[in-house]
């Protein structure tokens, strides 16, 4: 056993938290700067230049020799560039030294970063600016400062500023309804969530010797290993050593970083596990998923292992997603998921629900987008994990509720009655976490709602965009119907059942892998979009142009310049997979399946002279040679696709997809059975087997 572990002591050590400003700032300072995360205002300088010395102090004692402005831009992972401290003390030594300019504001050369056209090359400025929202820490000797990422005509150019933007309009639109009902306290909504992250664990030296794995997160090839996940025996298995060591000392980092991380199980595939934190604000929750990939794989390596994000590693084993639990709460501690005990909570919840209910209808298309991606593309609908349908479960209880509502008669609840909103209470809704639907792709889990569509390797800020500007539009609506209302109460009633009433198709508490459910939908009317090339053209329609432009989320320029973004992130993923397969088949397999046909043939020639070939290798060397020439012209296929790419971004996505993709697919398909009778030896990488059951 290692030393013992003081956690209280070291969680958040590495944080210039709330109480680490408290300590260390002057009392008028440290108010100053509550005071404007409170109303959103910007730092007056010298408050910024006294919190700046404050942290450079703090952050040298820690090791820190240099500061980066982190921020996250739109390709979905997170960006540093890093200035020492230093500066020059005339006497050719020199000092430590960082302002409250350097704090706050920071220009960085953004030529290189997506933007979807949103900003010419030849004024490629971008800057940050400090998110005092989100506290500093330091990692890797340096001080890590959050900010957010604008162009220099001041369009977002990144993930934080539009999730901000989200998070103060729910605010917003949930206090007014929460006036309606007498709440005269709550100043400021938050969007909390909770994200569990699923991971695969390889050995370092395994995955070194595939080309795929290095280049694309995932197997281009290999043939099912003889043992699956039809056992399961690794779900909430005991944790093998090198892995239990390996999240022991995740989980140190994280705390360290003051990052609540809960929970570590093995997940459902060999390999595979997952880590999920406490809930936090949304902002807060979005930075720590992104350490804690990044830290994933930073301390798989120390341990000779190497920690895989793909949404899709293995095909035939499952995958990994990311759940995004999510739910908002009042700075009273209220959940405004959480149904209530009195008849007037239980209205209130009802509401919020219903405001859910008809905003996720309204956007399916919208939230569909927000989780296509070229990996997430293997993995979704495959019976694994949600299906690409979004409907929405509530369990047993609340659907009883819910049709009661829609259909005015008798629930089968306990008491069975009419429920009678803002007059009856409702019926214990558990908060089961055992008997749960796990074939929804947006579950109602008791009091927050869990979207299981996310890619593992995604950042959760774009679902939690949409989740927020979803709830802002619904609720101020539902606002203002009811603000004008004569009899509160009547309205109320009426606006809830009529929106159960006309939203009830998104609604659906069965197997969502079913294909009686896929026809369902289809009647139903729900859309159904397959692959990220169907769900982007829906992307940026006027609905959803409208929806986020009304909330100010993003001006309609920084909308579609994130169309374009996935668009071409989509495109330049397959085209390296494509090209991934054909350098492995042609200058690997190709070459080995060569090798061991010579080597029957040599054998089979020796043999026959001497009277004493058999019939197996015979069959065996034509099927090799069979194979060999399918595999050929299958490259050669493939090959030819990847010179006729169309030029414009819509066309050359669905090219990839319909076009690249399947002839991919079909160089695999044949490597693979080739793989099964290729001898051993001479196979160029570890298969599936070697890997998954090292
Ligand atoms: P399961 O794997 O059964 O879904 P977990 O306990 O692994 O359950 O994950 C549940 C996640 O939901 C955790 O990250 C937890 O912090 C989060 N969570 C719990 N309550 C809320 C809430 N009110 N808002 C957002 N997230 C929440
Ligand atoms: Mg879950």
């Not at 908060?431 to 889990?445: E, G, H, M, V, Y």
């Amino acid at each position: 056993m290692g030393p013992i572990l003081n956690v209280p002591e070291i969680f958040g050590s590495d944080v210039f938290n709330e109480a680490t400003m408290k300590q260390r700032l002057s009392p008028e300072v440290y108010c100053a700067w509550k005071q404007c995360i409170q109303t959103g205002s910007s730092l007056p300088l010298d408050v910024a230049n006294e919190i700046a010395e404050a942290m450079k102090t703090w952050a040298t004692e820690k090791g820190a020799t240099h500061y980066t402005h982190w921020f996250q831009p739109m390709t979905g992972i997170t960006a540093e560039k890093h200035d020492s401290f230093i500066a020059p003390a005339g006497d050719g030594r020199v000092i430590m030294e960082f302002s409250g300019k350097e704090l706050v504001r920071g220009e960085s050369d953004a030529s290189s970063f997506p933007s979807g056209g949103l900003r010419a090359t030849f004024e490629a400025r971008g800057y940050t600016a400090w998110d005092p929202t989100a506290f500093a820490f330091v990692k890797d000797n340096s001080l890590y400062i959050p900010t957010c990422f604008f162009s220099y005509t001041g369009e977002a150019l990144d993930k934080k500023t539009p999730l901000l933007r989200s998070m103060d309009e729910v605010s917003r639109e949930a206090i007014r309804i929460l006036r309606l009902f007498g709440d005269t306290e709550t100043k400021r909504v938050t969007a909390s969530v909770g994200a569990e992250q699923e991971y695969f664990l390889l050995p370092k030296a395994l995955y070194a010797q595939r080309e795929d794995l290095r280049l694309t997160g995932r197997t281009l090839f290999g043939a099912p290993a003889p043992k699956g996940e039809e056992l399961e025996d690794h779900y909430f298995g005991t944790i093998r050593t090198r892995v239990s060591s390996f999240m022991k000392d995740l989980d140190e980092q994280l705390w360290r970083l003051g990052i609540l991380s809960k929970t570590k199980h093995n997940e459902v595939a060999p390999c595979q596990h997952e880590l999920a934190p406490i809930y936090s604000s949304a902002n807060s929750a979005c930075d720590a998923n992104q350490l804690i990939m990044e830290i994933m794989k930073k301390c798989a390596a120390k341990h000779d292992l190497v920690c895989l994000l793909h949404e899709k590693p293995f095909a035939c084993v499952s995958g990994s997603g990311k759940h995004n639990n999510w739910s908002l709460a009042t700075d009273t501690g209220r959940n405004l998921f959480s149904p209530g005990k009195t008849p007037r909570q239980n209205a209130q919840f009802l509401l919020f629900l219903a405001a859910f209910v008809k905003g996720v209808d309204e956007y399916q298309d919208l939230l569909r987008c927000t989780v296509a991606s070229a990996g997430n593309d293997r993995r979704l609908g495959a019976n694994e994990a949600p299906p690409v349908i979004i409907s929405i479960y509530l369990g047993d209880e609340l659907h009883a509720v819910v049709d009661s509502i829609i259909s005015g008669s008798n629930y089968t609840g306990p008491e069975k009655s009419i429920m009678r909103i803002g007059v009856d209470v409702l019926p214990p809704i558990p908060k089961d976490t055992t008997d749960r639907n796990r074939t929804s792709p947006l579950a109602f889990t008791g009091n927050k709602f869990e979207f299981r569509m996310l890619g593992s390797s995604q950042s959760i800020a774009g679902p939690n965009i949409a989740l927020n500007t979803i709830m802002a539009e619904e609720l101020s609506r539902f606002a203002d119907i009811l603000e004008s209302a004569e009899d509160f109460d009547a309205a109320l009633h009426e606006l809830v059942s009529d929106t159960f009433i006309s939203h009830q198709r998104i609604l659906f508490n069965g197997n969502g892998y079913s294909e009686e459910w896929r026809q369902e939908a289809q009647r139903r009317g729900l859309s159904d979009l397959r692959s990220t090339t169907e769900a982007m053209p829906t992307y940026a329609s006027d609905k959803n142009v409208a929806l986020v432009t009304k909330h100010g989320i993003f001006t309609e320029p920084e909308f579609r310049a994130r169309n374009e973004i996935y668009l071409e992130a989509y495109r330049k993923i397959v085209n390296i997979e494509a090209k991934t397969t054909l350098d492995m088949a042609m200058r690997q397999i190709l070459p080995a399946v060569t090798h061991y046909s010579a080597k029957l043939a040599k054998d089979i020639e020796r043999k026959t002279a001497l009277g004493c070939a058999c019939k197996a290798e015979k069959a065996l060397i034509t099927k090799l040679c069979t194979g060999t020439d399918e595999l050929y012209d299958a490259c050669v296929t493939l090959e030819e696709a990847l010179t006729n790419v169309p030029t414009t971004s819509t066309d050359a996505a669905n090219y990839f997809c319909h076009t690249v993709t399947p002839k991919m697919d079909q160089v695999r398909k044949v490597a693979d059975s080739l793989e099964l009778i290729t001898e051993k030896t001479f196979w160029p990488f570890p298969t599936y087997s070697d890997i998954l059951f090292y």
